[in-house]
């Protein structure tokens, strides 16, 4: 039996949030919606490359999922992609089984996973010594989920994820470093950014 050590994610390289979140952003030509999670995965994807079809989650731990599974649902014809931190899906762990499914085509979860809830004083997370995200994810049906192994095997999988015939999880290894940005926290605002950039609402 592997132990713990010996598991793909601890075999893959850690990388920095902030360079792949830009990686993910760079390849975006479409409109394509982003739901990031709430602390330093939203403060990246704010710093990456505002846009009016980022969502930046708000306060409650494990909704950047849930969220984008609305959002790809509703609109099956525009490609949807997650940032989430592996603390707060572990706190909705729940939501994979549902999205693998519903099994919406035009979704991508992304998993950075830095083994600590960062914003709240560096705790471990269970990710960090025990539990394997990816392994989960395939266990909850999402069979299409995959470690990336560096920074180029990361945009393979994205690259990869835009023609899938099904959901996608790639999990990323991070580093502790901060957030480059801080998102500015008005979520009526927010909220009714993004809604326009789905075209859903007109501009306030």
Do not use: C
Request: cysteine-free; charged content about 20%.
């Amino acid at each position: 039996m592997n132990s713990a050590n010996d598991t793909p994610a601890r075999n893959t390289k850690v990388m920095n949030r902030f360079d792949l979140t830009s990686r993910l952003i760079a390849k975006l030509k479409n409109e394509e919606a982003v739901i990031g999670g709430i602390g330093n995965t939203n403060f990246d994807l704010w710093a990456a490359g505002h846009r009016p079809q980022n969502f930046y989650m708000l306060g409650s731990m494990g909704l950047a999922f849930p969220i984008a599974l609305g959002v790809a649902l509703a609109q099956p014809n525009r490609r949807v992609f997650a940032l989430e931190g592996d603390g707060s899906l572990l706190m909705q762990l729940g939501s994979l089984s549902t999205i693998a499914t519903l099994a919406p085509k035009n979704l991508t979860m992304i998993v950075m996973d830095n083994g600590i809830y960062q914003i709240t004083g560096a705790q471990p997370t269970p990710a960090a010594a025990v539990a394997d995200i990816v392994a989960i994810a395939v266990a909850s049906g999402l069979a299409n989920s995959a470690w990336a192994a560096d920074e180029e095997d990361f945009e393979r999988l994205i690259e990869q994820s835009m023609s899938a015939a099904g959901p996608a999880l790639i999990g990323v290894r991070i580093d502790d470093k901060p957030g480059v940005g801080t998102t500015r926290r008005d979520p009526v605002q927010i909220r009714e950014r993004f809604m326009h950039g789905m075209g859903v609402r007109e501009p306030l």
